[in-house]
């Protein structure tokens, strides 16, 4: 697999358009991992990408720090390997925070 390579940058905006790229290539490998592992999975890359889409708030200086992305990312990097124990624990937390997520919908779009 491929590891995440850091590159430092002087400037914020340099380091998040490296983390775009970053993203990018965490995504490709892990859509070509799914294809021989076991379905969950797939759940598993697509919520920890979720945690790595929010390090670009650390990578940059025009974006304004989502507290709510951060908090979710927090959560997210504490609950994402249950699915090495338990695909059920696994799912509850998927569960569970996606219905933060609908919440905050809501609040944000008055829906």
């Known amino acids: 697999m491929v590891e995440e390579h850091k590159v430092n940058h002087s400037d914020a905006e340099g380091r998040a358009e490296e983390h775009i790229f970053e993203m990018a290539l965490f995504l490709l490998t892990a859509a070509r991992g799914c294809v021989g592992e076991p ?4 759940s598993f890359r ?14 940059s200086d ?4 989502d507290p709510f992305l951060i908090k979710a990312k927090r ?3 504490a609950n994402k390997y249950r699915v090495m124990a338990s695909d059920e624990e696994f799912i509850q937390f998927m569960d569970r925070i996606i219905l933060e997520f609908a919440d905050e ?7």
């Open 62 to 65: 025009s974006l304004k720090p």
């Open 75 to 77: 959560e997210i990097d």
């Open 39 to 42: 379905k969950i999975y797939g």
């Open 105 to 111: 919908l809501k609040r944000r779009y008055n829906r």
């Open 46 to 59: 697509l919520v920890d990408a979720v945690s790595r889409l929010t390090d670009i708030y650390a990578r």
